[in-house]
């Protein structure tokens, strides 16, 4: 009696160390998190600091309206994803239950699959008839920005949505595939063997950036995590000051320019792109986006795409059951670079003159915020957060200053990743991932164990 009396203390001590406090609650997590988001907003975005007085700044912030605007805004946006996630999920469970209630199975995959096609059918007729109808300059951001990191996104969702490895430096290979163009066109100080047009410059940029990815990938690829993303890091400063000091090889900070705009001539078609006119590139991009989409689509349910699925939420348990991880890492690596190596050559021939700050790290950077705003290992996920975070800084540009237009967008990014770390539009197996990493079953990807599996 006396030792269950003596441990009956002990377990209530125990409790209570278990016990969270109200403010300890993830919604009150969240709360604290935007409201020092809103603070640090206003406090960006207000009058800049005095020399004099190195704390004005942060004082003069609450005598602000600015902050309180920001304030209300962000505990509007918390009010909103907590309080109307429970009524969405009552209404999507309702409907679901219906729709299952009244239609087969297989009526239902049925209703889906056209549902789907319907949809992009809609969006390519969208993205043909609306870039017809807007001016010149958003015809450009259309082409230099939005669709060419459509196509940077859909090739690092290979890398880090699939494969499960963090890549920061993966416009490295954009930049080699922007100087392959250049080289195989005749317009380095080193001469190629034969120059062809733009167009037929792809395939030779893509074999190159293939080669790349492999030379990257084959020493590293049994790092994982953090050491992996260093290495890629240090990958792309590799490429960018050789390309800035190789003077008689890149043409160094001078660039390389005079680089042809791409032409076809097949029998009766003749035709040329035309630097001064964007739409047509435009055209051009949405050819090669809807041919990457279908492929990739049936990439990813390929047994490929199955083996990096599997590398990526557990890489102990697949190498295990005798897959060979490190050349299925390889093999992302270099068809994720060649995919970044096509969206280099469209842009050197579109822009017809390239130097190594055209490629500069905080490119990688952005890259990698579009892949996982929109959500890791979604194809349209990826394409949709490209879009709409190449076009939110534009679209700021007439309200909002220069300096300030990425503040916006960084406090987009953390408002996603407070309540939706999974992505705008997440792949149903990503986000499955995500709930049982957070119920501690597992682990949202193979990139946090460390090389040989958890030790106990």
């Known amino acids: ?167 920061l430096g993966f416009i490295a290979f954009y930049a080699i595939g922007a100087y392959s163009c250049a080289y195989w066109t005749g317009h380095m100080p080193v001469k190629p063997p034969f120059t062809v047009g733009a167009l037929e410059s792809i395939p030779f940029a893509i074999a190159t950036c293939l080669i790349a990815g492999v030379l990257l990938g084959g020493p590293t690829l049994r790092l994982r995590g953090d050491y992996l993303a260093i290495v890629t890091l240090g990958f ?22 005079g680089i042809p705009s791409p032409e076809i001539h097949i029998g009766p078609i003749n035709y040329v792109w035309h630097t001064f006119d964007p739409l047509p590139y435009w055209y051009l991009l949405l050819f090669f986006l809807a041919l990457l989409i279908f492929l990739y689509s049936r990439l990813e349910h390929s047994r490929i795409g199955r083996t990096w699925t599997a590398i990526r939420e557990d890489e102990v348990a697949a190498a295990a059951t005798g897959i060979n991880t490190v050349r299925y890492k390889l093999l992302a690596f270099a068809i994720g670079a060649s995919t970044s190596g096509l969206a280099g050559v469209v842009y050197a021939s579109k822009v017809g003159f390239i130097n190594p700050e055209n490629f500069t790290i905080v490119w990688s950077v952005l890259a990698l915020a579009y892949v996982v705003f929109g959500g890791m290992g979604s194809l349209p996920g990826v394409l949709f957060g490209a879009a709409l975070l190449v076009w939110l800084p ?26 939706r770390p999974q992505g705008v539009i997440p792949s149903r197996r990503r986000q499955r991932e995500l709930h049982m990493a957070e119920a501690g079953i597992g682990d949202a990807d193979a990139m946090t164990e460390p090389t040989g599996g958890v030790k106990s």
């Not at 969006?123 to 939005?146: G, K, R």
């Not at 960084?410 to 996603?416: K, N, P, T, W």
Request: hydrophobic share 55%; glycine share 8%; with cysteine.
């Open 1 to 167: 009696m006396s030792d269950m009396s003596a441990s009956k203390p002990f377990s209530v001590d125990v409790a209570k160390l278990r016990r969270r406090s109200w403010y300890q609650e993830p919604r009150w997590v969240r709360l604290f998190g935007m409201l020092m988001l809103g603070y640090g907003l206003a406090l960006m975005t207000g009058a800049d600091g005095n020399p004099a007085e190195k704390l004005s700044a942060f004082t003069g912030a609450f005598e602000s309206a600015r902050l309180w605007i920001c304030l209300a805004i962000m505990v509007a946006v918390w009010a909103l994803a907590e309080f109307g996630a429970p009524a969405r999920a009552v209404v999507r469970k309702a409907t679901s239950g219906i729709s299952q209630a009244t239609a087969p199975a297989k009526q239902a995959y049925a209703s889906n699959r056209w549902l789907k096609l319907a949809s992009l059918a809609v969006l390519l007729v969208l993205a043909i008839v609306i870039p017809a109808n807007s001016s010149v300059e958003w015809q450009e951001i259309l082409v230099s920005q939005m669709g060419i990191y459509m196509i940077i996104a859909v090739g690092l969702n290979v890398v880090v949505g699939w494969a499960g490895l963090l890549d």
């Open 394 to 419: 534009n679209a700021l540009k007439d309200y909002v200053p220069p300096a300030d237009r990425f503040i916006y967008l960084g406090a987009l990014l953390v408002i996603m990743m407070i309540f």
């Open 236 to 257: 792309h400063e590799i490429v960018y000051l050789v390309a800035k000091n190789s003077d008689g090889f890149t043409g160094g900070t001078r660039g390389a320019f």
